[in-house]
């Protein structure tokens, strides 16, 4: 029988004292008793100012024993504030999952602790342990109650008004901001809103003439493809009023508003060329170039990529290509099927791109063949694809939500992918069955992980169906094989069978380099080699350089999905705000 909230909260903070007690006496054997042999416990900040998982109960043991005196974690309890202790299933395991609060000689902190439900006897072991730096003391974000009632909001009828020193402040003309960061997408918005709110001075410069044509400017037809309350923006969530899934267009209207709403310095129009870093300074020296032709020169202490997981189009060397006398394009250059009304089409490659410009070049009455370079994970996006985010769709508010998706360690996430990954195979058999069927080579992710771990390694790889996959099954969309082409010509793509795929239009939907590529054409390949792999999982079980410091002073790296930059910027930000503050050397 499943005992209720106020009894697992009792047992949670009994753990919790003992926890407690083990890091004051810094007791090793004490420490270890308290975790299951094969425990994880990963730390967002709270104890070394990194994100790191740990795992094994002598290694945990070990690590919060050095940790333990410079961090000073003291009154870990039960949060009281926030969705109480409960039974939850993850990765198939029964738990007990209970939200914890602590203090550290740096800030507030929070935690989520799981019990297995098997555990016998008063005296359970952590299964898994999240700790987390949720704020800075002295340094809290200027929200709620701390909101800002300073001097660019009273009513001085004789000096300029809000508007003033918002174009003011916006035009950087007597100052540098302290912090660049490049791109104005979701990552980019998040963080800038997050150092808002720390009193952090931020500039966000994206390349597009209008703030939103990140998202204004993909193909016609774009549509988010999970549902819209997983893709909230920090602070402002949106409007109860909108559709499941949010058009591209909404989308980029919304981050209009956001920039406006929230006060953020935000250049459109704007390149970022690159830019040095000077050691004994601590600063960068950056350029960028504007619209209009004008360049400015800017000297932040930290920049700050959030240019998405991957930088710069991959357009595949292919010799033949050039004999090719119709139009080619990367699907970043895609933007709407109509222009190809009754013309011939050939789209390379399978992934969520591939499939919906071929499915939106069909529907604007085109001739399309879709050709495979490699195999590809094909799942339905109603419900398969959402079995991920069902956390979402328990009950606990979104705050709560996220706390509990980041405390999730890599081999339980494995896990639990792997099982969603599984219930949809057999959701989607009917589906997946008939593409095999037309030759459609298919796969799962490695070791079965699903779309979700290809995209955290590789950024893509998979297609979530709206259509394509079916019209392929009934033909009318061809499918190819990549390795089936012997040469592009003048018309088109030539089999090796010897038959020619006739084509007005060629698209390239073979994604994108790396961010390395990137960092080595803004920065340098020093500084590359200097930072090393960005994305996929190293050997602390975290993303590469991701949402904390890198081997390069002052540059920093947010991506990722909604939900990966609304929990991921808040911890992002703690760091440059305790960077400015003296608390943490960059």
Excluded at 89 to 110: L, M, P, Q
Excluded at 120 to 129: N, S
Excluded at 134 to 158: C, I, K, W
Excluded at 206 to 233: E, F, S
Aim: glycine content about 10%.
């Amino acid at each position: 029988m499943q005992v209720g909230a106020d009894a697992l909260a009792a047992i949670a903070n009994h753990w919790l004292a003992r926890f407690e007690q083990a890091l004051a006496t810094g007791e090793e054997p004490a420490l270890v008793q308290l975790f299951h042999a094969d425990a994880d416990w990963r730390d967002v900040l709270a104890f070394g100012w990194r994100l790191r998982t740990v795992s094994g109960a002598p290694t945990i043991a070990r690590i919060l024993k050095q940790e333990a005196r410079e961090t000073r974690a003291t009154g870990f309890r039960t949060d009281p504030e926030r969705t109480p202790p409960r039974h939850a299933t993850r990765a198939g395991a029964k738990c007990v999952e209970a939200i914890f609060r602590f203090d550290s000689a740096f800030g507030r902190g929070s935690g989520v602790l799981r019990f297995r439900a098997d555990d016998d006897g008063e005296a359970p072991r952590a299964w898994t342990l999240l700790t987390t730096l949720e704020e800075l003391r002295g340094h809290e974000e200027r929200v709620g109650a701390r909101r800002p009632t300073g001097q660019s909001y009273s009513r001085d009828f004789s000096g300029p008004n809000w508007l003033d020193r918002r174009r003011a402040a916006a035009a950087y003309a007597d100052r540098d901001p302290r912090v660049l960061i490049v791109g104005g997408g979701q990552a980019g918005l998040s963080i800038g809103a997050r150092l808002k709110a720390l009193g952090v001075d931020a500039l966000i410069v994206d390349r597009w003439p209008r703030i939103g044509d990140n998202w204004r400017r993909r193909y016609h037809a774009l549509t988010l493809h999970n549902q819209v309350h997983v893709n909230h923006l920090p602070y402002l969530p949106f409007p109860l009023t909108w559709p499941m899934y949010i058009p591209k267009d909404m989308l980029a209207s919304w981050f209009e508003s956001y920039v406006e709403a929230l006060e953020l310095n935000y250049w459109s129009g704007t390149e970022f060329m690159g830019g040095r870093y000077d050691e004994h300074a601590r600063r960068w020296q950056v350029r960028l170039r504007q619209t209009e032709g004008t360049e400015r020169e800017l000297r932040p202490a930290h920049v700050v990529l959030a240019t998405g997981v991957s930088g710069i189009a991959h357009m595949p060397d292919i010799p033949s290509l050039r004999n090719f006398r119709g139009t080619v394009l990367h699907s970043s250059d895609y933007a709407d099927g109509e222009p190809w009304r009754g013309k011939r089409a050939l789209v390379i490659g399978t992934g969520n791109s591939g499939h919906d410009i071929a499915q939106d070049l069909h529907s604007s009455g085109a001739t399309v063949a879709i050709a495979q370079r490699s195999p590809t994970l094909v799942i339905n996006i109603e419900p398969s694809a959402q079995l991920v985010y069902g956390l979402y769709s328990e009950g606990p508010p979104l705050e709560d939500c996220d706390l509990i998706t980041a405390s999730v360690p890599l081999a339980l996430a494995r896990r639990g992918h792997q099982l969603a990954t599984a219930h949809a195979k057999e959701l989607d058999r009917p589906l997946l069955q008939a593409l095999q069927r037309a030759g459609f080579r298919l796969d799962d992710g490695e070791d079965g992980t699903g779309w979700q771990f290809k995209y955290l390694t590789r950024g893509g790889g998979y297609y979530f169906n709206v259509g394509c996959s079916d019209l392929i099954v009934e033909g009318k969309v061809r499918l190819l094989q990549f390795a089936d082409i012997s040469e592009f010509v003048a018309a088109g793509a030539r089999l090796k069978s010897g038959e020619t795929i006739t084509a007005d239009l060629v698209v390239f939907a073979t994604g994108y380099k790396g961010q390395e590529a990137l960092v080595a054409k803004l920065f340098g390949e020093e500084t590359a080699r200097r930072v090393g792999p960005v994305w996929g999982f190293g050997e602390a079980q975290e993303l590469r350089n991701m949402f904390q410091r890198t081997p390069q002073p002052g540059l920093w790296f947010i991506a990722g999905s909604f939900a990966q930059c609304r929990i991921y910027s808040r911890y992002l930000a703690l760091q440059l705000k305790a960077c400015e503050a003296g608390l943490l050397v960059p």
